[in-house]
């Protein structure tokens, strides 16, 4: 150890701390979880590096490679799917001040990135320049650009132009030899989603859009208006950047939160966006009342597009909050709503739904509960309730990461999966680059189970008990 | 794997008792999102070797883990803690508008009660404070040597100035200007003189809550005793403590307070508007304007001084990049100064070398903080550009 302590001082100077302190605050990402399952890994880095450079990259992956040390990634660990965490240990690779923008190509619209940076950060120097980000997540005041399409994930212009991957055209990869390998195209797929178990990126190159000004209305639909003949009118008809669709709890939340009524009782509020150049106010009033809903003012669609990265304030009500996340067919998407509100009706609900690409939406229940109750562990079986309830009617999970790893074969289908094992076999056939990400890690008392699988069979158990336990407010009045 | 099963061996629960850490503050720990937009924002963070222990969210993090005898409050932590300057620009961007600042506040005050803060210079503060009244340790007397033989402050008036520590004995300017033009426009103010002591700011801010009470209270009798309904300051933190500080203890002491509690800038802006003061000077510059955290942030101060600017003839002002809500820190608060001068005089050249590239000619604010902040470090790279207080430009206006 003593010898691994010096190599990495050596090399990588003050970027490298063994302090528990400073450790000790990489156990987590977003998610509140029990720490009864927290106690199942190691989830306390033993040697934190900061890198801020490729070549601190390069060094870390070789040293760990030589004294067999597991290698967690790490971009600000605003997900909540576990990838960011350690398992067994090892190094944290804190990527966060690999954040600068290398270059920013105006006439190609193109722009090569460290994975570090920040999307807001991003979107302010390309607006500079004259462009915008295509895309971006809810949470790009603090999210990177490497975390997102490590973990996948759509968001805010994903109507327009896709997914994180359909924006991704070339990375740099750093493998555990040290050395950088560009890849492009078709190339990039294996990366994408797979958390960083087959190397480190440490360039990526982005596909931007003009930085034209982005137009918001706010349309009220009643409760049984159909909303998935809304979604398709409103895409044909609008040339929409993006859409977003709020329950009334979410709005009920939000109000009792901000400390203002709800914006609707009943019903549903969408959010739609679209360049200013294409934006027409009649056109969109007209298709709002074809499909019984109501155009409002644009104070309120303004005051929604400038809150677009805070969906998370109805945590203050809180003071916790289960997030269940995945993706649906615009068409089946009431009808899971409605199996959602019937299984959790006694628990305080919202649900915050964006229009992607292929008719898809994903979608987010937020349910509100407190990780400081002792039936919390119980209660958590509920976050996957709405998950059960969309995959019977042909939704996906969201993301893998460590919690959902077992669902990854599903979520990228059989020909990726395979390409990734194979890929992971060739290039670290230890499972020393975030280990227990995609596959879960074993349980150390019944090694046929991982902690994915436990997760899924025992919320699957809980779920009928937990139906039991009504959601509570727990704030004080 | 072994720090895990450290944290698992619970020690008992550790109450936060530190005064002002309320029930509301504790369930407001428990609404963290662990979304991290404090951290890119917050100016302290880069200091600390870009590890996340040093970030707003870690440390909300490490106070949910003390609370729940899961983490100890190390000499590091205290460090650690103690490293803000309290700009509130976490506050700013938090997406369940948690008092953070109000929680830094809390913990630093829970530290000096369990005797393993505050840091050593600001301990130094206390000990001037108690000998002098302020926390630079000048004689009393010297509080007053800003005034010039025109100031003739009232027995009684409606109206009080607050010289606060830092405008009376290190920038005289702010509180000559501020009076002269009160004077010259027959408005009635009052003044205590010696026996104004320090605001207390900085000992709210570093958690010593004893000196804080003697302070406040003594201000609090002083000022009841002049009768005002209003008082005006130079400081961005004085006001910032008169306002939302003084009303919180005052209850809590069982005295009255019902004063309502300007900046100069606010009495500049009502001068102006009503035409009593008329700039007449083209002053031919281009500056750039840097929002004090206490007045802005904490008071929402944005659009006064620049409307101060506007009325000032062949000023053109030039915002810099991180202007107003977002402005950054200049690293003279929280006692970061007093206790980490190199960390304090980094970031004072980060928002120098940030207002540079806006082309002005020279940094104006509203706070001799700041001023003095920028000041230091000016000097340190030769004035490259110029530095002035916002009432500097207006006396040069109205000069003729």
New interface residues.
């Given amino acids: 150890m003593q010898q691994l302590h010096r190599e990495l001082r050596e090399r990588l100077g003050p970027s490298v701390t063994f302090d528990e302190e400073v450790r000790r605050a990489y156990n987590h990402d977003q998610g509140e979880v029990p720490y009864l399952l927290m106690s199942m890994i190691r989830s306390v880095p033993d040697v934190v590096v900061a890198a801020r450079h490729e070549s601190d990259v390069a060094e870390t992956l070789k040293i760990a490679k030589r004294f067999n040390l597991p290698v967690t990634p790490r971009g600000q660990a605003s997900s909540g799917y576990g990838g960011a965490i350690p398992t067994r240990g090892g190094i944290l690779l804190d990527l966060s001040e690999m954040n600068r923008i290398l270059k920013i190509d105006k006439d190609a619209a193109m722009v090569d990135v460290q994975p570090g940076v920040i999307w807001n950060l991003l979107s302010r120097k390309l607006n500079q320049q004259g462009l915008d980000n295509r895309i971006c997540p809810t949470s790009a005041p603090s999210s990177t650009i490497g975390g997102w399409f490590a973990m996948g994930g759509v968001g805010l212009g994903s109507l327009k132009y896709g997914s994180i991957r359909d924006v991704v055209q070339e990375i740099d990869v750093v493998g555990l030899d040290g050395l950088v390998t560009t890849y492009a195209g078709d190339a990039v797929e294996v990366f994408h989603q797979t958390c960083g178990i087959l190397g480190i990126i440490t360039r990526l190159r982005l596909l931007c859009r003009p930085a034209e000004a982005l137009r918001p209305y706010a349309i009220l639909l009643q409760e049984n208006a159909d909303l998935a003949a809304f979604l398709a009118r409103a895409r044909n008809v609008l040339s929409p950047y993006s859409i977003s669709l709020k329950s009334s709890g979410y709005l009920k939340m939000r109000g009792e939160a901000e400390g203002h009524p709800p914006l609707t009782e009943q019903g549903f509020l969408a959010t739609v966006v679209i360049p200013a150049g294409l934006a027409d106010d009649v056109r969109v009033a007209q298709t709002a009342k074809v499909c019984g809903g109501r155009l409002l003012s644009q104070e309120v669609a303004d005051l929604e597009w400038a809150n677009r990265f805070y969906p998370m304030r109805v945590k203050k009500i809180g003071p916790s909050m289960m997030v269940s996340e995945f993706f649906i067919p615009e068409v089946k998407f009431q009808a899971v709503w409605k199996a959602v509100r019937a299984q959790l009706s006694g628990d305080v609900l919202g649900m915050e739904a964006m229009a992607v690409s292929n008719q898809r939406l994903a979608v987010q229940v937020y349910i509100l509960h407190d990780a400081q109750e002792p039936l919390y562990l119980l209660r958590m079986a509920k976050a996957l309730v709405p998950l059960r309830i969309a995959a019977r009617l042909g939704g996906s999970i969201y993301a893998c990461g460590m919690w959902f790893a077992a669902g990854s074969k599903k979520l990228w289908g059989e020909a990726k999966y395979e390409a990734v094992m194979e890929c992971k076999r060739r290039v670290d056939p230890g499972w020393l680059l975030n280990p227990g990400k995609i596959q879960a890690p074993r349980m150390p008392w019944f090694p046929v189970m991982d902690l994915s699988r436990l997760i899924q069979l025992g919320t699957a158990v809980m779920a009928p008990l937990t139906r039991r336990l009504a959601g509570k407010r727990f704030r004080p009045s | 794997?072994?720090?895990?099963k450290r944290?698992?061996r619970a020690t008992p629960p550790t109450e936060l008792t530190g005064p002002g850490f309320t029930?509301?503050q504790a369930?407001?720990l428990?609404?963290c999102?662990?979304?991290?937009?404090c951290?890119?924002v917050c100016p302290t963070y880069p200091f600390g070797?870009?590890?996340?222990?040093f970030?707003p969210r870690?440390k909300v993090?490490?106070l949910r883990e003390l609370r729940?005898g899961r983490?100890e409050l190390?000499s590091?932590?205290v460090d650690r803690l103690f490293r803000c300057t309290t700009c509130a620009r976490c506050v700013s961007?938090c997406?369940?508008?948690i008092p953070l600042v109000q929680l830094w506040e809390a913990i630093r005050a829970e530290t000096v009660e369990r005797g393993v803060g505050p840091m050593p210079a600001h301990q130094k503060l206390s000990v001037f404070a108690e000998q002098t009244g302020n926390p630079y340790g000048e004689p009393t007397e010297q509080r007053v040597r800003w005034m010039l033989p025109e100031h003739q402050p009232a027995e009684e008036a409606e109206l009080m100035v607050f010289g606060g520590c830092t405008a009376s004995l290190r920038l005289p300017s702010l509180l000559q200007i501020g009076v002269t033009l009160l004077q010259r426009q027959n408005i009635p103010y009052t003044y205590a003189g010696t026996s104004e002591r320090c605001c207390a700011s900085v000992f709210l801010r570093t958690g010593q809550l004893e000196m804080a009470k003697r302070l406040i209270a003594g201000n609090i009798d002083l000022i009841r005793e002049k009768g005002v309904s209003q008082i005006v300051t130079p400081c961005g933190g004085c006001s910032k403590t008169l306002k939302y500080d003084y009303p919180q203890w005052a209850r809590q002491l069982g005295k009255k307070w019902e004063v309502e509690v300007l900046h100069f800038s606010q009495v500049y802006l009502r001068l102006l508007e009503s035409g009593v003061v008329n700039p007449i000077r083209t002053l031919g510059r281009t500056v750039t304007y840097h929002d004090p955290c206490h007045l802005g942030r904490a008071q929402g101060i944005f659009d006064e001084p620049r409307a101060i600017l506007q009325a000032l003839p062949g000023v053109k002002l030039v915002e810099m990049?991180y202007c107003r809500e977002e402005a950054r820190c200049c690293g003279g608060g929280g006692g970061v100064r007093a206790n980490y001068p190199e960390m304090a005089n980094q970031m004072a050249r980060d928002r120098v070398m940030e207002a540079m590239e806006t082309g002005a000619d020279t940094l104006v604010t509203m706070c001799p903080f700041c001023q003095l902040s920028f000041d230091l470090v000016l000097k340190e790279m030769g004035y490259p550009l110029a530095l002035a207080g916002l009432e500097d430009l207006l006396l040069e206006s109205i000069i003729p």
């Avoid at chain 2, 999102?33 to 937009?37: E, T």
């Fill in positions: 794997m072994r720090g895990q944290s698992m029930k509301d369930y407001a428990e609404t999102a662990r979304c991290g937009f951290k890119p070797g870009g590890f996340e222990a970030s870690a993090h490490f729940a983490a190390t590091d932590w961007v997406q369940t508008s990049e």
